[in-house]
């Protein structure tokens, strides 16, 4: 008898403690703000250079309304849309002037960044002026970079949107092959350049993609959708040397509505 009242009593306060416990945790998660806000970071493959449409006030960083940023927010009407990504940006620009708008609130982020760090534009300018040979030397010169110091810049810029914005869904795209090998080009860069910088594209997408996944988040890769649209394809949905001259070498508001978007939209 003395047992099965003791058995009852226990039952009871463990019933008891687990109601509290399962109160106090349902009104925890009623206090915790609704992580919905999107905030888009990174470099001018995502500010959008290329795609026109400039923003007059982001200046320098032309942030374009026709970016895979501005229109996932404009067809999804996220709680906020903040919009820090900058022509330019290197890994440490990221770190000391786009971090600003996230927040607990903060549910999805996206980036593009790493490309500056390597030398994207000194690379291609290499390649266009010099010739062949000063241009397979850059570009090795390039993967040594991502090879050896990219992942260390990557793993700054993730760990700090990870402790920032430690609710959001964090999507990292990579670059689209440049050019179409075999293609219809017969001036410009010789077909072992092209192959080259393709490679080094290569070498960026996999280390981010591995330094993303490190950090729990999504690696989009944008080679499938810019297939049949590279420089010498035909089609291409990526300006050669044009002018302005910073607009060379990134989409045109075709690669970002059709080759950034879907990719984009499918991640997050």
């Known amino acids: 008898m003395k047992l099965s009242r003791f058995a009852a009593l226990t039952s009871a306060f463990f019933v008891t403690s687990a109601l509290a416990l399962t109160g106090a945790s349902a009104a925890a998660s009623a206090q915790l703000p609704t992580a919905t806000g999107y905030v ?22 032309k942030r374009s309304a026709k970016s895979y940023p501005a229109l996932w927010a404009a067809a999804h009407s996220p709680s906020s849309f903040r919009f820090a990504a900058c022509s330019g940006a290197r890994t440490g620009d990221v770190l000391s002037s786009q971090l600003g708008p996230l927040s607990s609130t903060t549910g999805l982020v996206s980036i593009t960044i790493g490309g500056n760090d390597a030398g994207f534009a000194d690379t ?17 010169q390039a993967r040594t970079y991502i090879d050896n110091t990219l992942p260390g810049r990557l793993d700054g810029v993730y760990s700090a949107i990870s402790q920032k914005a430690p609710a959001a869904r964090v999507v990292v795209l990579g670059y689209p092959h440049f050019y179409r090998l075999n293609g219809t080009c017969i001036v410009g860069l010789s077909e072992k350049s092209r192959a080259a910088i393709n490679a080094a594209a290569d070498d960026i997408n996999g280390v981010t993609a591995k330094r993303a996944a490190d950090h729990g988040f999504s690696f989009a890769d944008v080679n499938a959708t810019f297939s049949g649209h590279e420089l010498c394809s035909g089609s291409a949905w990526l300006h050669s040397v044009t002018f302005p001259v910073e607009e060379s070498y990134h989409p045109t508001a075709a690669g970002q509505s059709g080759g950034y978007l879907p990719v984009f939209a499918s991640a997050a």
């Open 124 to 140: 291609m300018t290499t390649c266009a002026l010099q010739g062949e040979s000063a241009c397979l030397a850059r570009v090795a």
């Open 40 to 61: 888009a970071l990174g470099d001018s493959y995502s500010s959008g250079v290329g795609a026109g449409s400039y923003d007059s006030a982001s200046g320098s960083c």
